[in-house]
């Protein structure tokens, strides 16, 4: 491809908008890096809406290739399972996978990033140097702690079996994706439950929250607010809709008790109907859906809850929390891989009695303030624009030194 600048390709399962999403924020990410050296094209399966004007800046070419539907019932499930094929990873359609192998034919990508392994069905048959030159971004461990939130725990002996079976196929399925270029992990220790079965082709790339908007607000003192309480996150994602469930039903009643002006605001996009009448039904909690500026409602919390049962998600909430200069309760699953310890820079909790403890220490303006200023400069210093790019050279690196893809220079 000498004469012209090389060309790269993004595969995910959604078109990336809006950008109020922490997993699109991490896929655009992504993109502004591998746009500073190569023309983009982008392969999505899945639309809400497209914007126009991110097009025209990010992308030379947008193409939507239909994925199959996953199989609503339980024997149509077995059947993908007895191919070796797992919930929640998807199938391309045959007709779009020949376009897909042939788009990567014709326009020789010079790097393939895949966003989520569930992307990845169907590329372990590229050809080699393209396989090479294929980064996938695993963001979430499916097999992990997120792995409960799939299923729902009641069921027979039947249910339960396959339950147990596609857990063993998606390890497999997982380790499988080893096998291309590179693997991308948002914490070491997701990056860890991989490392004996990697070729050393395994890095940490880690979520930021650059945003100037929170930087350049001010939002004043939040010891000075009333016993209000923020929930961000998107609220049909199952890990939060479980983790909000519990939150509500035991530490905040017992919260409530203790404090009679408590509040809680539960802030996020598409509610499930679960979520909505889980917040209809307790006394004192608001859901402010689909809202258009976040920033209003933490000038009006004291503090931020992060209350994940299992892991999932990309823990965008705490950087944001930190840039807003409010303090963080999480439970330990809540701020798993992030490098912030518990005391310094957030307050872990477990339970209602631990979490209003922690909640109680807050009085302390010392306390406080030293929490928010701390966890803002680790933000700041850990997970910044620099550092995203700094982990993404690597890749690239170790990309270019093992197979026929390409470095980029500035």
């Not at 983009?40 to 992308?59: K, Q, T």
């Not at 070796?84 to 990567?104: H, V």
């Not at 070729?199 to 939002?219: K, L, M, Q, W």
Request: proline share 4%; aromatic share 12%.
């Amino acid at each position: 491809m000498e004469g012209s600048k090389a060309k790269s390709l993004i595969v995910l399962p959604w078109y990336p908008w809006p950008e109020t999403i922490g997993a699109n924020m991490r896929t655009l990410n992504f993109v502004r890096f591998f746009k500073q050296y190569a023309d983009l094209d982008i392969v999505y399966s899945r639309c809400s809406g497209r914007n126009p004007s991110m097009e025209s800046r990010y992308f030379s070419n947008c193409y939507q290739l239909e994925q199959r539907a996953y199989p609503s019932d339980f024997l149509g499930r077995c059947l993908l399972a007895i191919r070796g094929i797992p919930y929640p990873i998807r199938e391309y359609r045959l007709s779009a996978l020949r376009r897909l192998f042939d788009l990567i034919e014709a326009n020789d990508y010079r790097s393939i990033l895949v966003r989520y392994c569930r992307s990845a069905n169907g590329l372990f048959n590229l050809p080699e140097k393209f396989r090479r030159r294929t980064i996938l971004d695993f963001d979430d461990v499916l097999s992990g702690s997120v792995y409960a939130s799939y299923f729902k725990a009641e069921g027979g002996v039947h249910r339960k079996l396959f339950r147990a079976l596609n857990k063993k196929l998606l390890t497999r399925y997982e380790t499988k994706c080893l096998n291309f270029g590179a693997a991308l992990f948002c914490s070491d220790l997701d990056r860890q439950k991989f490392e004996p079965a990697s070729r050393g082709n395994t890095f940490v790339v880690p979520n930021i929250y650059v945003s100037r908007s929170f930087a350049e607000h001010e939002f004043g003192n939040g010891q000075q607010c009333t016993n209000s309480l923020l929930f961000v996150g998107t609220l049909n994602y199952a890990p939060n809709i479980e983790g909000l469930h519990w939150f509500i039903q035991t530490v905040f009643r017992r919260f409530k008790a203790e404090f009679h002006d408590a509040k809680l605001m539960v802030v996020g996009r598409a509610p499930s109907a679960h979520v909505k009448t889980l917040c209809a039904s307790e006394a004192a909690v608001e859901l402010h859906p689909d809202v258009s500026d976040v920033r209003r409602y933490y000038e009006q919390c004291r503090a931020v809850v992060v209350p994940l049962l299992t892991g999932g998600g990309t823990r965008i909430k705490i950087l944001e929390a930190a840039l807003a200069k409010r303090p963080v309760l999480s439970t330990p699953v809540g701020a798993e891989g992030l490098d912030l310890q518990d005391g310094r820079d957030l307050l872990l909790f477990e339970g209602a009695e631990d979490f209003c403890a922690k909640y109680r220490e807050l009085d302390d303006p010392n306390v406080y303030q030293s929490l928010v200023a701390r966890a803002c400069t680790t933000v700041q210093s850990k997970y910044s624009r620099m550092k995203f790019e700094e982990s993404m050279q690597k890749v690239l690196e170790y990309i270019e030194g093992s197979s026929s893809g390409w470095v980029p220079s500035k």
